[in-house]
């Protein structure tokens, strides 16, 4: 089944550490976004890539960095620059175009210890 | 500069009744609009889009939703509410390609039994 695949589903960071979000999809998707999502918020996008070896920075990219080496791989690393790094964090893939919905992923829960 | 709005952070019914959720936006030009839900620590499904067709538009499990340029609304209503529609829902507009896109607050659905 084609789909877009988010994990760990829950991590736990020590403070000053780097940590790595996987996320992979099988729709051939050119587009990919990360969006970080606090209790009772709405999403809020951190970086997106609407090609391989090509990203841009979102709303709220800092203490983020990704990269796009492969199509189908878009992981996001949460760097000890991020002061706030508990939260729940959603991959999603398109095609970039409008129109056209994006599919997320179920999600990693971040928490720092 | 696009913008949207979902009038009620809480919407509480009893289950077998109607359900409204209001989104209103702002774009200056013809929008795409999407609804989504999510359930508790779960990623985003899609539920309907508009994409300047038919401006009432059929979702699954039900759900529905009219676009109403002269109100700039695009209300998303169900017959009869289930248990299992209790979520967060997020009404999205986009202007041209996805990484453009606007997420509302959510709204967040209560049915009880």
């Known amino acids: 089944d084609g789909g877009i695949t988010q994990s760990p589903k829950y991590l736990f960071r020590k403070e000053g550490q780097n940590v790595t979000l996987s996320c992979e999809q099988n729709l051939n998707h050119d587009a990919m976004y990360w969006y970080r999502q606090d209790p009772g918020q709405g999403l809020r996008l951190i970086y997106y890539s609407q090609i391989v070896n090509d990203f841009q920075k979102g709303d709220i990219a800092e203490g983020y960095s990704v990269s796009r080496e492969k199509k189908e791989s878009f992981p996001l690393t949460v760097t000890s620059a991020q002061k706030n790094p508990t939260a729940f964090y959603l991959c999603a893939s398109s095609s970039p175009s409008k129109y056209t919905e994006a599919f997320f992923g179920q999600g990693t829960r971040l928490t720092v210890v | ?113």
């Not at chain 2, 009219?66 to 986009?94: G, I, N, Q, R, W």
């Open chain 2, 1 to 113: 500069a696009q913008s949207v709005t979902q009038l009620d952070s809480h919407v509480s019914v009893s289950e077998g009744t109607p359900v409204l959720l209001r989104c209103n936006y702002s774009s200056s030009y013809s929008p795409s609009l999407f609804w989504y839900v999510q359930h508790p620590n779960k990623g985003l499904q899609l539920l309907l889009k508009y994409t300047s067709a038919a401006t009432l538009v059929k979702g699954i499990n039900g759900f529905e939703a009219e676009f109403k340029k002269s109100e700039t609304s695009f209300h998303l209503t169900k017959p009869s509410a289930h248990m299992s529609d209790a979520a967060e829902y997020f009404c999205v507009v986009s202007e041209a390609s996805y990484d453009k896109v606007i997420f509302g607050p959510g709204t967040s659905l209560s049915v009880i039994p």
